[in-house]
């Protein structure tokens, strides 16, 4: 009998290892680890940490897996109860990459002020750049129909027919190989070996150029003036 109790206590305490979960007293959960510097971490508060054991350049911190391209993955509500917003998704990452916020806006570290090394963008650079650019209309096949949308569960029935005529809405992008070579510093490459175009760096150019041609409007302006050709802008 003994032997038995103590074969099953074996067993249990190598399930319970197997496992690694822990309870720690004040309520921290740990899963994958049996303390709380790497795995799943779970808090009394709500908060859900990952931590990887190896910290390896460019290695998978979370991974969510869709069978969907148009599936929602890491979904953000916002539940302030001040807010307009109260319990409204305000992010979320589809299947097929594409990133969806509220008001569209990025939050990010861009402030050269702070920075050691900063050097003004020429502005004939920035003008002659932008003109070396192609934009492009194209269409990506969708793996959602039209009838899904509409016999969709999750989707407002006030918002299934313009999500229809989405579907047929066409893409706008620039062709990145041409950025490359006009201007290498607003394209990066991920892990992927895929080209990535800086959209930032592209307003910046964008706000560069336009300055470039305020600047000859304003000289050739001038010089129409002082011909005669046009008359000044105070008559």
């Not at 539940?79 to 992010?91: G, H, I, P």
């Not at 304003?218 to 008359?231: D, I, Q, V, Y």
Request: some cysteine; overall charge negative.
């Amino acid at each position: 009998m003994k032997k038995t109790l103590l074969t099953i206590a074996i067993m249990l305490f190598a399930v319970a290892a197997q496992a690694q979960i822990k309870v720690n007293n004040d309520g921290h959960i740990s899963i994958g680890s049996l303390t709380q510097s790497f795995g799943i971490q779970l808090q009394p508060n709500g908060y859900v940490y990952f931590r990887p054991q190896h910290h390896t350049a460019y290695g998978w911190v979370t991974n969510a897996y869709s069978n969907k391209d148009t599936m929602l993955n890491w979904m953000v509500k916002n539940v302030d109860t001040t807010s307009t917003l109260n319990n409204k998704l305000v992010f979320y990452v589809r299947g097929d990459g594409k990133v969806w916020a509220k008001k569209h806006y990025v939050y990010g570290d861009n402030n050269i002020v702070v920075r050691s090394e900063s050097n003004p963008i020429d502005k004939e650079e920035a003008l002659s750049t932008i003109l070396q650019l192609q934009g492009y209309l194209y269409k990506e096949n969708s793996a959602t129909s039209s009838e899904e949308i509409m016999e969709s569960e999750y989707v407002k029935e006030e918002a299934k027919e313009a999500m229809v005529r989405d579907l047929e809405k066409r893409d706008i992008g620039l062709d990145v190989s041409l950025l490359a070579e006009a201007f290498p510093d607003a394209v990066r490459t991920d892990p992927e070996a895929r080209l990535c175009i800086d959209n930032n760096a592209i307003i910046t150019l964008l706000v560069e150029a336009v300055k470039q041609q305020q600047e000859e409007i304003e000289f050739l302006r001038k010089a129409l003036m002082e011909n005669g050709l046009m008359e000044s802008e105070k008559q």
